[in-house]
């Protein structure tokens, strides 16, 4: 073979290596798209979010605690406190939904016979006394009319809002103790006991200054400003029972 037909020979085989390779990396590439890729789940998101927050420092949050009345009265059955746990969650999303408050960006820490939810900064404070207590009203009403006396949810609210810190197993912050401290606040539970409704609600003073008094919506003179007096808080707060005329027979205390 002369010198010439070697070249020839050559070149053909560079070009048939160089579409070789060139096939090869194009369905290398294609393949590599069609992985499938991981999308993290929402309680991993969830658990990224708080990792981030636990390096940053104290973060300004909404805080809002409720609590079942009467939760560990002897006639509900473990059966009946499941019951009253999954209908709470149920209620609080429809009526998160109802009031305009989107469930997700809040962040929700079971408590057992309650639930601590924590309301990001920029998240708007004023549905959380405009619309959020007829709401849960409305969605415990339609609970327990369906309901024995036994599976049936009355709830105390309370509603404050502070810098909030993160760390490995949760959160802590003066203002979610005072919170937790109005809503087992005694004239708050003498309010709810004494009330035909399935909800009374307790706002601190700062919450009521901040966000009730300056409200077009809120009726302030539905609120009634009390003392309160427990364990190591003595403070100011304000009470409101927003279905105070419902039925008495709806809503049966489960401890009367």
Same mark, same amino acid.
């Given at each position: 073979?002369?010198?010439?037909?070697?070249?020839?020979?050559?070149?053909?085989?560079?070009? /048939?290596?160089?579409?070789?390779?060139?096939?090869?990396?194009? @369905?290398? #590439? =294609?393949?590599?798209?069609?992985?499938?890729?991981?999308?993290?789940?929402?309680?991993?998101?969830?658990?990224?979010? @708080?990792?981030?927050?636990?390096?940053?420092?104290?973060?300004?949050?909404?805080?809002?605690?409720?609590?079942?009345?009467?939760?560990?009265?002897?006639?509900?059955?473990?059966?009946?406190?499941?019951?009253?746990? /999954?209908?709470? #969650?149920?209620?609080?999303?429809?009526?998160?939904?109802?009031?305009?408050?989107?469930?997700?960006?809040?962040?929700?820490?079971?408590?057992?016979?309650?639930?601590?939810?924590?309301?990001?900064?920029?998240?708007?404070?004023?549905?959380?006394?405009?619309?959020?207590?007829?709401?849960?009203?409305?969605?415990?009403? =339609?609970?327990?009319?369906?309901?024995?006396?036994?599976?049936?949810?009355?709830?105390?609210?309370?509603?404050?809002?502070?810098?909030?810190?993160?760390?490995?197993?949760?959160?802590? =912050?003066?203002?979610?103790?005072?919170?937790?401290?109005?809503?087992?606040?005694?004239?708050?539970?003498?309010?709810?006991?004494? /009330? +035909?409704?399935?909800?009374?609600?307790?706002? /601190?003073?700062?919450?009521?200054?901040?966000?009730?008094?300056? +409200?077009?919506?809120?009726?302030?003179?539905? #609120?009634?400003?009390?003392?309160?007096?427990?364990?190591?808080?003595?403070?100011?707060?304000?009470?409101?029972?927003?279905?105070?005329?419902?039925?008495?027979?709806?809503?049966?205390?489960?401890? +009367?």
């Amino acid at each position: 073979m002369d010198r010439k037909g070697t070249t020839v020979n050559a070149l053909t085989w560079l070009s /048939s290596s160089a579409v070789l390779l060139l096939v090869v990396t194009i @369905v290398g #590439y =294609a393949t590599w798209l069609a992985r499938p890729v991981a999308v993290p789940a929402p309680a991993d998101r969830a658990r990224t979010r @708080v990792a981030t927050k636990r390096r940053r420092g104290a973060v300004h949050r909404t805080v809002l605690v409720v609590d079942v009345e009467a939760f560990g009265d002897r006639r509900r059955t473990n059966l009946d406190q499941v019951v009253v746990r /999954s209908a709470l #969650y149920r209620t609080l999303r429809q009526a998160f939904r109802q009031a305009g408050i989107s469930h997700s960006d809040c962040e929700f820490e079971d408590r057992g016979d309650g639930v601590l939810i924590l309301a990001p900064a920029e998240m708007i404070k004023g549905p959380f006394v405009e619309e959020l207590p007829g709401a849960l009203a409305r969605a415990l009403h =339609a609970h327990n009319t369906t309901h024995p006396p036994e599976q049936r949810i009355r709830l105390r609210m309370a509603l404050h809002a502070g810098e909030v810190n993160y760390d490995d197993h949760g959160v802590t =912050a003066t203002a979610i103790n005072l919170t937790f401290r109005l809503v087992d606040a005694a004239r708050l539970k003498s309010e709810l006991a004494n /009330s +035909s409704g399935a909800l009374a609600v307790i706002t /601190s003073s700062w919450f009521f200054d901040e966000v009730v008094r300056h +409200s077009s919506v809120c009726d302030r003179l539905a #609120y009634r400003r009390v003392q309160v007096v427990v364990k190591e808080t003595a403070t100011t707060a304000w009470i409101h029972a927003p279905d105070q005329d419902a039925s008495a027979s709806v809503f049966q205390n489960i401890s +009367s």
